[in-house]
């Protein structure tokens, strides 16, 4: 082979080596973007379940019978519409009975038996938390997000208030009423944020009802 030859397959071999490392160039920077894309996203749908859980609030601290609560009689202002069927910022579709359903019993409908049934996240039988819708919109009605265009939505923030699980009245619909309840005036809430690409974070808080003064107990973030 003369060298004009070997000079040849010289520069295709080199051509074949950048060729690769570009590509390899290109997916690590593609990979890399993804993931703080994803991160992104996690933050803000965090940071969106948190600021409807706080919007809420006032508005359970206001209410002077909680078992209207409890009953899902009365809602906070933080609601876009009756409950019902919700486009969520990645176009996908979600149905906000549904939702409530699958929280309660992990099932989109559930029966009274299901309910009450005993599992390893639902130990209390008739104890256990009926959650109810209490808010639910999405992100332009809190005014989050950074340079929000009217009608876009960074996420949407679904946030549900039951019985605190420590009540021993077997009555998750009303607070007990006996003092030496532990959970009298404790109440559970929950709340969801949904953003792009399938994103979910979950916020929980147990709170105290004295009147219309509202301590918070907990709040964690749920993964």
């Not at 071999?13 to 997916?27: D, Q, R």
């Not at 409890?70 to 910022?89: E, T």
């Not at 265009?149 to 949407?156: D, L």
Request: proline letters at 6%; glycine letters at 10%.
């Amino acid at each position: 082979m003369n060298e004009r030859g070997v000079a040849l397959i010289l520069v295709l071999m080199v051509m074949m080596t950048l060729s690769a490392l570009a590509m390899s160039l290109a997916l690590m920077v593609s990979t890399e973007s993804r993931i703080t894309a994803n991160y992104r996203d996690g933050l803000e749908v965090r940071y969106g379940a948190e600021a409807a859980l706080e919007r809420v609030l006032p508005d359970l601290a206001a209410e002077p019978d909680p078992d209207r609560v409890l009953a899902g009689v009365s809602v906070s202002a933080f609601i876009d519409g009756p409950p019902g069927l919700r486009r969520l910022p990645d176009g996908t579709f979600a149905d906000l009975h549904a939702l409530t359903s699958t929280l309660n019993c992990g099932r989109p409908v559930c029966s009274d038996d299901d309910l009450n049934e005993s599992r390893d996240d639902r130990p209390w039988g008739t104890n256990n938390p009926r959650w109810r819708l209490y808010g639910y919109g999405p992100s332009a009605r809190l005014g989050a997000g950074p340079s929000i265009a009217p009608g876009e939505s960074r996420f949407y923030a679904v946030v549900w208030v039951a019985d605190d699980q420590s009540e021993t009245d077997g009555d998750p619909l009303r607070d007990g009423a006996d003092d030496e309840n532990p959970g009298r005036g404790r109440f559970s809430l929950t709340a969801h944020g949904y953003g792009f690409a399938g994103t979910r974070r979950v916020v929980e808080a147990t709170v105290a009802k004295d009147g219309a003064a509202l301590r918070i107990l907990s709040w964690r973030e749920v993964r």
